[in-house]
């Protein structure tokens, strides 16, 4: 039933690692973000795709790639981790029609790089 | 330029008293639509209330409420009788007509002790 999930919750990886984050949502909504937030809850946008085209790619390090093989799915991959990379991301999507309308969020994916 | 400032960082208050959080926007838009949104402890992004520009009037959910005044560029949510369960840290936000880009304040974190 839920309705924007993303996996995993945690995720706890060594420095230099690569690694991905699914996010799929049931809402029928045509346009998905990635969200970081920092350890000062300042939250801030990375991508966002409406109808599997990139519409939003914020100044991000190239080592961050999204990827949406459908309007119900925006993964995040990321090479190359490094200990700034450590934070919640966000996966959230939006209903159909115009911009502006209220985004839904998953549950958040906390990422830790040692 | 497009921010928005809460400018309470963290309050404090006893159960059953009433809060208001404060926002304060800047944009050039003539429409343009504004945002809460509530993460609790848990840590999942809930989305409260949209208002766009050309309502002023003020809404009320429930304990909830929210005052938009245009010639104070505010967005001011308040909590009536407040609770333990809205402990909370609250955001509000901002977007242009047209942008599927939110911009976020810093949050205000809301304790409200037994």
């Known amino acids: 039933d839920t309705a924007v999930s993303q996996t995993p919750k945690y995720l706890v990886t060594q420095m230099g690692n690569d690694k991905s984050i699914k996010c799929e949502q049931n809402?029928?909504?045509?346009?998905m973000y990635w969200y970081k937030q920092d350890s000062k809850k300042f939250l801030k946008i990375m991508f966002s795709y409406n109808n599997k085209e990139l519409i939003i790619n914020e100044t991000v390090p190239n080592r961050f790639s999204p990827k949406s093989p459908d309007k119900a799915h925006l993964n995040l991959h990321i090479n190359s981790l490094e200990l700034g990379d450590s934070a919640v991301y966000f996966c959230?999507?939006?209903?159909?029609?115009?911009?502006?309308?209220?985004?839904?969020f998953g549950q958040g994916t906390r990422l830790t790089v040692v | 330029a497009q921010k928005v400032t809460q400018a309470q960082t963290e309050i404090s208050v006893v159960e059953k008293e009433d809060v208001t959080l404060d926002c304060v926007y800047e944009?050039?838009?003539?429409?343009?639509?504004l945002f809460w949104y509530k993460q609790p402890p848990s840590g999942e992004l809930v989305f409260l209330i949209r208002r766009n520009s050309f309502d002023e009037q003020n809404e009320i959910s429930g304990r909830y409420s929210w005052n938009f005044q245009k010639s104070t560029s505010s967005f001011n949510f308040t909590i009536t009788a407040s609770q333990v369960v809205d402990s909370a840290v609250y955001f509000c936000a901002l977007s242009e007509y047209g942008n599927y880009q939110l911009i976020w304040g810093a949050g205000t974190k809301l304790i409200i002790k037994p």
């Open positions: 944009t050039r838009d003539t429409t343009y639509y």
């Open positions: 959230a999507s939006s209903p159909p029609g115009t911009a502006n309308t209220e985004a839904f």
């Open positions: 809402l029928g909504h045509d346009t």
